[in-house]
């Protein structure tokens, strides 16, 4: 079978989308696609997106969501086992410049895709971001590299849950989070847990 070519897709799709609405909810699962290109949902805004079980999807262009980047408070990026950021044709395609683009994100999951680099400053500014659900553990992904404040320009944020394997404390800085951050997660690193919060204070 052919992959899909979705920018043609919306590109007919769009005709009959006002340009004023605001979908509640945007789910893009199981699609035979292996790229989302730039601009490639056209004029489509939702406030919650999912991008889930797709698993030829290989590159998302930081532009392809483009229409929804200041309406979307909500970001799931779940189970697509091709969408990895290592040995990219081209760093823009870094899963991470995608998430820098939703400036008004309030909660952001990204879950069980084979991401295998925390990049530097890894969420960019998210001024808005409260919620963060971050694995990168598990049967397709095992992390390689954590850059340097990986967490940094995220003001808002209250609760932090990792699943991540055999990470330190050492690895994960949160320094500067407010004292707001009520909630910490660190799955699989139970016992280094305790030591992670005492970087907080």
């Not at 004029?43 to 889930?52: E, G, L, S, V, Y």
């Not at 404390?169 to 016992?191: A, C, F, G, W």
Request: aromatic share 10%.
């Amino acid at each position: 079978m052919d992959t899909w070519d979705v920018a043609k897709y919306f590109d007919k799709v769009s005709k009959f989308i006002p340009d004023d609405i605001v979908y509640d909810h945007f789910e893009i699962q199981d699609m035979n696609v292996d790229e989302f290109p730039a601009e490639a949902f056209k004029k489509m805004k939702a406030r919650n997106i999912t991008i889930f079980a797709n698993n030829k999807l290989k590159y998302i262009h930081p532009d392809a969501f483009a229409a929804t980047f200041e309406a979307t408070t909500i970001l799931s990026i779940n189970h697509n086992e091709g969408l990895t950021n290592e040995n990219l044709p081209d760093p823009i395609y870094d899963i991470f410049n995608v998430v820098r683009q939703f400036k008004n994100l309030e909660n952001l999951e990204i879950y069980s895709n084979p991401i295998r680099t925390l990049p530097n400053n890894a969420f960019g500014s998210l001024p808005s971001l409260v919620v963060l659900r971050l694995s990168l553990s598990g049967a397709i992904g095992n992390l390689k590299k954590i850059g340097s404040k990986p967490f940094s320009g995220l003001p808002k944020l209250q609760s932090l849950e990792l699943f991540l394997r055999d990470i330190s404390p050492e690895d994960i800085r949160l320094s500067n989070q407010p004292l707001s951050l009520y909630k910490i997660q660190m799955l699989l690193n139970v016992i280094k847990c305790y030591l992670l919060l005492t970087n907080l204070i």
